[in-house]
């Protein structure tokens, strides 16, 4: 067994000596990744909102992509449970939908959004979660972009009036958006949701894994939608990600990223090793609307007299997301919750969810 320092005796500061001793095996990046994932898993925010977000404070982040696999071994009774999937379960209470096939138990032929779903569930133990299935895989977003969007406009809408969802996690995309019947119906679906939620609705969708001669994918790159790029864990931007926006109202924008290398995430399969590392910006949106999960729940807890109400909303989210960043790279920001990571740290926080909810946002 490995021993391990007492709470007491360790450091929480960042200082000291800033190099490698030459017998220290360097570290991987899916062990930097985990690392990673650690401090935010075990920092006073995270346990703060974990034990304080009671039922009727709980954020509901939903996961509309490739279904999800109720036998991975990640997924607990606790998380069935709020899934609605335990046997004898209320189909009223079930929080899961298939649009692809009408299939009452859930499926992930795919595994990509169980992998997306161990991540949420990872940064956000507490929230509530709803999972939408618009697709079987990959090759059917290909194959059917016209049917496939069709079922996003669907789930958006199922995850906002049924199962009241504050945010909305999208990691996939197309290279521009579909038309059905002369309609942009996943752009109508978006601002309907958030009429329905009188703008209190955060999206996140997957900017794009195609390289910097591509541009950013739909709905990432519609201006209601919170666009996610892929770092390496100290916040360098990766060649993965899109061309940096050149529309004349885009251009001097910064744009943000956070984690999307080697990330850990569950294998649904049974004889697989339970976690396996993902790269990409699906793996970096995830991180993203579980990182909105722990604010929003932190908002449910505290903010009794609405004070930080607009940071629900999308524009003041985003200026929320400048104090939460670092800026390593110009016009690139990094994500990360490390600055208010401890409970000395809480002032500041708050500070920063008032300057944000009290920001005059550019339209």
Not at 46 to 65: L, M, Q, Y
Request: with cysteine; glycine share 6%; hydrophobic share 35%.
């Amino acid at each position: 067994m490995v021993s391990r320092t007492p709470k007491s005796c360790r450091s929480t500061g960042h200082y000291g000596l800033q190099t490698d001793g030459a017998d220290k095996v360097p570290k991987t990046d899916s062990d930097l990744a985990w690392d990673w994932l650690d401090t935010i898993t075990t920092s006073w925010l995270h346990k703060h909102v974990t034990d304080n977000a009671s039922d009727d404070r709980r954020p509901t982040i939903a996961v509309i992509d490739t279904g999800f696999n109720s036998q991975a071994r990640f997924v607990d009774r606790k998380l069935k449970r709020r899934l609605g999937v335990l046997s004898g379960s209320n189909t009223q209470n079930r929080t899961w939908k298939d649009f692809w096939q009408s299939s009452v138990c859930p499926q992930d032929e795919d595994g990509h959004s169980t992998a997306m779903l161990s991540i949420i569930h990872r940064i956000a133990p507490f929230a509530n979660i709803c999972v939408a299935r618009i697709a079987a895989g990959d090759q059917d977003m290909k194959n059917d972009p016209g049917g496939t969007s069709n079922n996003l406009a669907k789930a958006i809408t199922w995850a906002i009036e049924e199962r009241k969802a504050n945010i909305i996690s999208l990691s996939l995309g197309w290279e521009q958006e579909q038309y059905v019947a002369e309609n942009r119906i996943v752009s109508n679906a978006i601002s309907n949701a958030l009429s329905h939620r009188n703008q209190n609705l955060l999206i996140f969708a997957a900017a794009s894994n195609l390289g910097g001669s591509k541009l950013e994918l739909f709905p990432a790159n519609h201006p209601s939608v919170i666009l996610i790029r892929g770092t390496n864990n100290k916040g360098k931007h990766e060649d993965f990600n899109p061309s940096l926006p050149d529309d004349p109202h885009k251009r001097n924008d910064d744009v943000f990223g956070t984690l999307g290398v080697q990330v850990p995430t569950a294998n649904q399969r049974s004889h697989l090793q339970q976690f396996s590392p993902r790269n990409g910006t699906s793996v970096a949106t995830a991180i993203a609307a579980g990182i909105a999960g722990i604010v929003v729940g932190y908002i449910n807890i505290h903010d009794t007299k609405g004070a930080w109400e607009n940071v629900r909303t999308h524009d003041h989210f985003r200026t929320l997301l400048y104090k939460l960043s670092t800026k390593p790279e110009v016009r690139k920001r990094f994500i990360t919750l490390d600055r208010y990571s401890r409970e000395e740290d809480q002032t500041k926080f708050e500070a920063a969810l008032s300057i944000a909810s009290n920001s005059k946002v550019r339209r």
